[in-house]
């Protein structure tokens, strides 16, 4: 039954079935048209006006929900598509403008038997609209077709690009109004002035009225009908132009959105896979440390001792690797606590250099350390400044040339804190700084260097978590660290 019902005739039918009470009311409502219809129908099609309403109302109602109950198809043809792509507003535009063309039309032509046709395809052109709005709703397509809807959801008018817009659609729009206004329904209004007395309708009167007030108009001001036709057509094409434009940034707007949710997706099952697989390691390497802090107390000599001390050097590492990994996955995603406090940066950095005075003694490093008279502070995390710092130095003990000097430097830039760090790199730097600080560069380029890769990864994390930038400079073998906080 529902098969029947859905079908291609039913609809059909259902349709031929509407406009026979459209033709009754007309006849009910105008002796004009009673004229007119009557060469055609003789005294059929005369149910009188409130029947007739009520027919049309079930007619059209059951041809509404045959549409709304058809199933889609599966596949759907290239053409059909191409046409569901299509911009919902411009169609009722359309649909608005050729009717409104063609009643006005029908009305000017009553004596002919075009009017017949012209009323029927009109009626056609307006059912089929509102049959397509039902059909994209049941198919949820409505909203997706609707692009400027879209749009200025996206970009609100009272933003630079959606005002722009809106005053580009609003013009056309207005355009669009003022040329079917003149030259759509004025020709309706142009009757001779019995027919409307005849008809018995007052509104002609009125519109005689206004026909004849934008006639006068118009023509003092010396419009031209090319030109006017010319801005007319003008005003369609730009306003084509523009919602296809508006459909193609939508697209790459759409685009956008899903490459980054892919990309934050697979940041979030990184991160998550790194932590997992660090706390599942921490038990056994704690048991593995533990064993071999028992193995050192032993008596042992020779190669045993050997084996325990590249097991106890080996163990150390991977410990630290897995704190850099979980630092690191909680750095990279944001997901790590800032509390933000005044601090004296000539101290902080005091305190962590002072931590590696045996390491840069072993590798005859030098530290210079500038700093103006005046304390400077910064608003930061002490915490993850701490980090950073340690980061930072302990990088340059691995990396630094032996026997070279290594330049810290504090200052103010227009009232902004700044903290550098230079150093002579032992070998030339052929990569660029936003390299250095992708993960896992060191361990990609050297895996047998002590470095894991993830010191410069994680200071510039933590620096931009506390608000700052972080910038990494290189020339030749000159490597250079500087930390704007904000």
Known sequence: MNKVFCSPITKFILFLAGYVPVVSALRAMSHTFDVLLGNFFGTWLRFGLFPSVLFFALCFGLLLLSVALTKRPPKEEMIFRIWRELDFSLLVIFTLSVVL?????????????????????????????????????????????????RFFRLHPIWRPLGFLFALLLLGNLLILFVQIITFVLMPAFSMPYDMMRFSGRAPFSLALFFFRF?????????????????????????????TYFVAAQLNLSKRYDEANEEKIQAERFKSELITNVSHDIRTPLTSIINYVGILKNQPLDGISAE???VLDKKSARLKTLIEDLMEASKAGTGNVRVMLEKVNLSELVGQVAGEFDDQFAEQGL??????????????????????????????????????????????????TPVFSLKNTSASPIDLSGDVLTEQFIRGDRARDSEGSGLGLYIAKSLVELMGGEFTIRTSGDLFEVEILFA
């Not at 709005?133 to 692009?147: C, E, N, P, S």
């Open 214 to 242: 934008t006639e006068t108009a118009t023509g003092s001001a010396g419009f031209s009908l090319d030109i006017t036709n010319l801005l007319f057509y003008f005003s369609v094409i730009t306003l084509i132009a523009l």
């Open 307 to 309: 084996y325990v001390t």
């Open 366 to 415: 030098t530290l210079v350390l500038r700093e103006p008279d005046d304390p400077v502070f910064a608003y930061v995390d002490s915490r993850h400044l701490w980090r950073t710092l340690e980061n930072l130095f302990s990088n340059t003990a691995k990396y630094a040339l032996p026997g070279t000097r290594v330049f810290a430097e504090i200052s103010l830039q227009e009232d």
């Open 101 to 149: 063309y063609l009643l006005p039309t029908a009305f000017v032509n009553w004596a002919e038997g075009s009017s017949f046709f012209l009323l029927i395809l009109a009626y056609m052109i307006t059912v089929f609209t509102i049959t397509e709005l039902v059909a994209r709703l049941r198919d949820r397509d409505l909203l997706r077709t609707l692009y400027w809807v």
